[in-house]
C-alpha cells in the first residue's frame, strides 16, 4: 500500500513517535529516498543504539529517521562528544548502516552526520522545500553505483617503474 503524505512506516509492532510541539526528543535524518522500500529495511535501532528507525513521508519521499534525545546531541556537551571517538564511532556506524540498508533497495539522498529535526513538522517543511532538489537528485542517481576506491602506493618503487618506463621509451 502506498503511504499518503504525513504517514509514517514502522517496523511492524514498533511503536510510532507522537508529535509534540515541546519536547526533549528531537528526529535524527539518515536519508531521504523514494517511497516503496520495504519495511524490513528499516530494522534495527537508529544512531542513538535505543530508538527504532522509521519512515516519514512527504508526497513520494521517505524521509528516514530514528528519535533522538536532543540533550546528548545539542547543548553544552554535545560539542565535546562529536570530538570524542568512543562516543562518535559507534553512532557513525549505526548512520552509516542505516542508509546502507535502504540503498540496497531505493536511490538515497544520504544526509551528514548529525542532521536533527525539532519536530515532524519542521521535518515535514524541509521535505516541502527541497522536495524538487531531492527527487532531482534520486532521479540522476537511480541506476548509479557509488564506489570508493583506497590505494596505496609505494613511492619509491613507483618513482623506479616510471623512471625505467621513461629511459625504455
Known sequence: AERQQGE?????GEPSPVRSPKSEHG??????????F?????????VDGRHPVYSWSFLDVAAV???ISLEEFCGPTAEARMKDLAWMGPRACRHEAV?????RHRPVLPVRFGAIF???????????THYNSIMRFLD??????????????????????IFSTILAA
Not at 520495504?38 to 537508529?46: F, H, I, R, S
Open 8 to 12: 509514517m512506516e514502522t517496523k511492524e
Open 118 to 128: 525539532s519536530s515532524l513538522e519542521s521535518l515535514e517543511n524541509f521535505l516541502k
Open 38 to 46: 520495504p519495511t524490513a529495511a528499516l530494522e534495527g535501532n537508529g
Open 140 to 161: 540522476q542517481v537511480t541506476d548509479q553505483e557509488e564506489w570508493g576506491i583506497k590505494v596505496l602506493l609505494d613511492q619509491t618503487e613507483a618513482q623506479k617503474s
Open 27 to 36: 528526529l535524527y535524518l539518515f536519508c531521504c529516498a523514494r517511497n516503496g
Open 99 to 103: 542508509v546502507e540498508r535502504i540503498m
Open 65 to 67: 529517521v530514528s528519535q
